[in-house]
């Protein structure tokens, strides 16, 4: 399994901006999906956004479209989740989770249990 370990967390006031990095190790990076969940307190796990191994296709919660953006740098074998217009909501913990899927080269998911190797997460804090 791809070991994801992600970066870039921290405390933004809201309305700030905060860019999120995974990066995974391995040869066949580009033979993975990936996606971006969330976990705030109390909470259950949800998905954030995914991208496609070719990065052609991508997909995002309701509550982050038009504010976040995932992408991909297969060369650096990373992913990244550029959040803007942060706001109190989006406080949470940020997992990045990989999905080995080398015959579905436009495949993403924001299901759970379509990931099978997770990161220690990263906390995203939004407040003034």
């Known amino acids: 399994q791809l070991q994801p370990v992600e970066s870039g967390g921290g405390l933004v006031q809201p309305g700030g901006s905060l860019r999120l990095s995974c990066a995974a190790s391995r040869l066949t990076f580009d033979y993975y999906a990936m996606g971006w969940f969330r976990q705030a307190p109390g909470k259950e796990r949800e998905g954030v956004s995914c991208i496609s191994r070719n990065g052609d296709s991508t997909k995002y919660a309701d509550s982050v479209k038009g504010r976040f953006t995932i992408s991909r740098d297969n060369a650096r074998n990373t992913v990244y989740l550029q959040m803007n217009s942060l706001k109190p909501e989006d406080t949470a913990v940020y997992y990045c989770?990989?999905?080995?899927?080398?015959?579905?080269?436009?495949?993403?998911?924001?299901?759970?249990?379509?990931?099978?190797?997770w990161g220690q997460g990263t906390q995203v804090t939004v407040s003034s």
């Open positions: 989770a990989t999905a080995p899927v080398p015959y579905a080269r436009n495949w993403c998911s924001m299901m759970t249990n379509d990931f099978g190797s």
